[in-house]
């Protein structure tokens, strides 16, 4: 017969539990880990039957569906892609497209996205060009209207009429421009712009005008009645300081170099180099032919004299005697006029003439294009 007295936990599948009462607490830690164990076994357990009926399933569904499978495996693997047509035809297309799209571009204003890349560099330089072509263009367009008003308003004419008749000299220097009337006995100054504004209206007391100058210290006239050299002062009545006979009995036309004055001569055809203190003092003294002179100026060891009865201008090289160079016809430009002063710059000539009573301004450039075409 079993003993009532038999420890309950020894087999604990039966769920009795056990009396806290009559063991001690180790016992009781050795009844729970062995309890936990059999927990752990029994779910080994359970789930290895799962895990083997799962594999029966499939093992089922391989056997009756695995041949199928492994067709399709096999078709898959050994399927190869048809070529749908031979490579020449595929370049043929190709080249169809592309022609197709570079004469669609041609006819476009501007490149699509599908441009080559030199139809697009190519519109570039022209945007660019285009952009250049317009800044140029309002560059001429700004330069033209800048000409127009400095030459309409602002520069001098080439011809300007003088509400004064007589004139018989002409001087320019200091943005000034003076001409003398020799009936009036009047000295005109202007201002060197547009309409030549008067400016000052002085005295000047020569019987005949036929030229006059400005030294460092005087004003110095030359009077064609008199045959003499006068020096005035600088003021507006230019009152007479001293006269000095002229080298000649037809005096013409007067010039200051810095140094000495210059007076022509036409009855002797001479052209007198004054000393600069004593206009009594002949220094050097040269002869022409053929020529009236009625102004004349020095520039560069050159004379150019104005011939008023001809209406030419001559250069004349500074030697003994005077030698021609160039003879220019003055005659296009004068309107008629008699010519009467002159004045020689770097660009243009200004020739005073009377009858009608004007001022001309006569550029190189035009002057020499004249007389080449002449020629």
């Not at 806290?20 to 357990?45: F, G, N, V």
């Not at 002179?293 to 201008?313: Q, V």
């Amino acid at each position: 017969m079993e003993s009532k007295d038999k420890n309950p936990l020894e087999n604990p599948s039966k769920g009795t539990q056990p009396n806290d009462a009559s063991l001690s607490p180790d016992e009781i830690w050795k009844d729970i880990d062995a309890y936990q164990k059999h927990l752990e076994l029994e779910w080994e357990s359970t789930k290895k039957s799962y895990q083997d009926k799962i594999d029966q399933i499939m093992d089922d569904f391989l056997k009756k569906n695995g041949n199928i499978l492994e067709e399709e495996i096999k078709k898959d693997a050994t399927k190869k892609e048809s070529p749908a047509d031979d490579y020449k035809e595929i370049l043929k297309d190709i080249q169809k497209t592309l022609t197709r799209n570079e004469e669609r571009n041609r006819l476009l204003p501007f490149p699509t996205k599908a441009s080559a890349p030199i139809i697009t560099v190519f519109w570039d330089k022209r945007q660019l060009w285009i952009k250049y072509r317009r800044i140029l263009w309002t560059f001429m367009l700004l330069l033209g209207v800048s000409y127009f008003a400095w030459k309409s308003y602002f520069s001098i004419q080439d011809m300007t009429s003088l509400p004064y008749t007589h004139t018989s000299g002409l001087l320019i220097q200091d943005k000034k421009v003076y001409i003398a009337d020799w009936f009036r006995k009047t000295l005109y100054v202007h201002q060197l712009k547009k309409d030549l504004p008067l400016i000052s209206v002085e005295s000047i007391p020569n019987q005949f005008v036929t030229g006059f100058v400005f030294t460092n210290k005087n004003l110095i006239s030359v009077d064609g009645f008199e045959q003499k050299l006068l020096v005035h002062v600088l003021t507006n009545d230019h009152r007479v300081l001293n006269k000095f006979d002229t080298p000649g009995a037809a005096p013409a036309g007067l010039d200051w170099d810095g140094t000495d004055v210059w007076v022509a001569d036409n009855a002797k055809h001479l052209i007198f180099q004054l000393h600069g203190n004593e206009l009594t003092d002949i220094r050097k003294q040269y002869s022409f032919l053929g020529l009236t002179i009625t102004a004349f100026r020095i520039d560069d060891h050159r004379i150019w004299a104005l011939d008023g009865t001809t209406r030419e201008l001559h250069i004349l090289r500074m030697q003994e005697p005077l030698k021609s160079l160039v003879v220019y016809d003055l005659d296009p430009f004068l309107k008629g006029g008699t010519p009467t002063g002159l004045h020689v710059n770097k660009k243009a000539i200004w020739v005073t003439t009377d009858n009608p009573s004007t001022l001309i301004r006569i550029s190189l450039k035009t002057l020499n294009r004249l007389h080449n075409h002449k020629l």
